[in-house]
């Protein structure tokens, strides 16, 4: 296959089955044998086998039980040349104390004494969510309540471990008793096994340069990664891998005028290519631009129109990306079309929950926007341009004045994951 599909295919393995002997099977096999006793010599003690058996480890009581959102994890090459892998922990008190996390070291399952990175204090804080979800306000969990801890991990290539697991240091109720007060506790809970699994491969999204990385991976306001859903009865981090496009000019902008104004950004308008041939799968074309600057009243948004008019593509083997935010009345596919990579799909917009015009796409393993997991991939081909400086950007509560730094020569990169405000260049057609 091309680079500009999907290289290398996940492949769900079932568990093997194999074979279980019911309960009521045994009580009748042992019924028979008693049946038969007058017929058969009973084994001395003396004649038994005797296998060495290691010790049984002891069973803890946990008062804060660990759970993984997502059933694949697969570390993704960045532009920085690191790999980065992402998940997420549910974390639930279910003992009657408050349990207060004191902090969480991810280490190297197979090797515990390598600690790849370590939440403690004001780090560890940033790094949970309530399930509104808001950001949490301290590191108690009340009893019967439960957190979302966001793990991203930098690793080097050659250095990414089989699986990662966390060791828990909190207060917390060691039994289950009604009264019984927080002690001190350690143990190690959530491991998640590391996916050797290749990456979809995808064509650039857009054309031309000066695009840049919005709300990318990894940013420390977990900005798309905290926007998981209790959907049709699971929860789900669709956007974990979600990038918004937007677009600077020669001079650093990204609008250029008065920024109430959609025509005045920079990116309003440019079309929007399909990544993979696919059919498509689900179209909205008929929702007008939002003011920039402002969020539509929530009342008014349904799970249909949240992220504007979009489109779905079924790029097969169970993979899909999703365009969000499109200008009305461009789009130019249809359910069931059967489109061509490079093909132009529609034009970016500032339709939906958005407050400035931007080009939203995830991947995802569902045709549901958002009840989906989301997925890493690479973009084929494009070139590092530049990057903005993330703590001046995120500080801004404005979007005008002049953004970033072009590197002198751009870096080409191939099967790469943009990273979080870098400005990269696509190719022009």
């Not at 019924?31 to 005797?50: K, L, N, W």
């Not at 992220?307 to 993979?319: A, I, K, P, R, Y």
């Not at 995802?364 to 341009?385: H, K, Q, T, W």
Request: glycine share 8%; aromatic share 6%; proline share 8%.
């Amino acid at each position: 296959m091309t680079t500009t599909g999907v290289q290398s295919f996940w492949r769900m393995r079932r568990p093997l089955l194999v074979g279980f002997v019911s309960m009521s099977g045994c009580v009748l096999a042992a019924a028979s044998s008693i049946a038969a006793g007058s017929a058969v010599a009973a084994t001395p003690q003396a004649m038994r086998a005797h296998s060495v058996m290691p010790a049984l480890p002891d069973d803890t009581f946990t008062p804060v039980v660990v759970q993984p959102l997502g059933a694949r994890h697969v570390a993704v090459p960045g532009t920085d040349g690191l790999v980065h892998l992402v998940y997420e922990l549910e974390l639930a008190n279910t003992k009657p104390a408050a349990a207060t996390l004191q902090r969480i070291d991810v280490l190297d399952a197979d090797h515990p004494s390598r600690v790849l990175a370590s939440y403690a204090g004001s780090s560890l804080v940033a790094s949970l969510r309530t399930l509104k979800p808001t950001p949490a306000d301290s590191a108690v969990i009340p009893f019967g309540a439960s957190r979302l801890f966001y793990v991203e991990l930098a690793i080097k290539p050659d250095a990414v471990p089989r699986a990662v697991t966390q060791r828990f240091r909190l207060l917390g109720a060691a039994n289950p008793g009604p009264t019984t007060p927080a002690t001190s506790l350690e143990y190690v809970a959530g491991r998640i096994d590391v996916a050797r699994a290749p990456l979809p491969v995808l064509a650039p999204p857009l054309r031309g340069s000066g695009w840049v990385v919005i709300n990318g991976c990894c940013n420390s306001g977990i900005v798309h990664r905290g926007s998981f859903q209790g959907v049709n009865g699971g929860l789900y981090d669709a956007q974990r891998f979600a990038i918004d496009w937007m677009r600077v000019n020669a001079k650093g902008e990204l609008v250029s005028g008065d920024p109430a104004d959609v025509n005045h950004y920079v990116d309003y308008g440019a079309e929007v290519h399909a990544v993979a041939d696919g059919t498509v799968v689900d179209v909205l074309d008929d929702l007008p631009d939002q003011p920039p600057g402002k969020l539509p009243d929530p009342t008014k948004i349904t799970l249909r129109t949240v992220d504007g008019n979009h489109v779905t593509l079924d790029m097969g083997h169970g993979l899909y990306v999703f365009y969000a935010h499109l200008r009305k009345g461009t789009v130019r596919v249809h359910r069931g079309d059967q489109v061509k990579v490079g093909e132009v799909i529609g034009e970016l917009g500032n339709s939906g929950n958005t407050s400035a015009p931007h080009l939203h796409i995830h991947v995802m393993d569902s045709p549901s926007a958002l009840a989906s997991d989301g997925l890493p991939y690479v973009i084929d081909r494009f070139e590092l341009a530049g990057q903005i400086d993330v703590q001046a950007f995120d500080k801004s509560e404005v979007l005008t004045g002049r953004w970033g730094k072009r590197l002198a020569e751009p870096i080409a990169e191939t099967n790469r994951f943009p990273l979080n405000l870098n400005i990269v260049d696509f190719p022009a057609k």
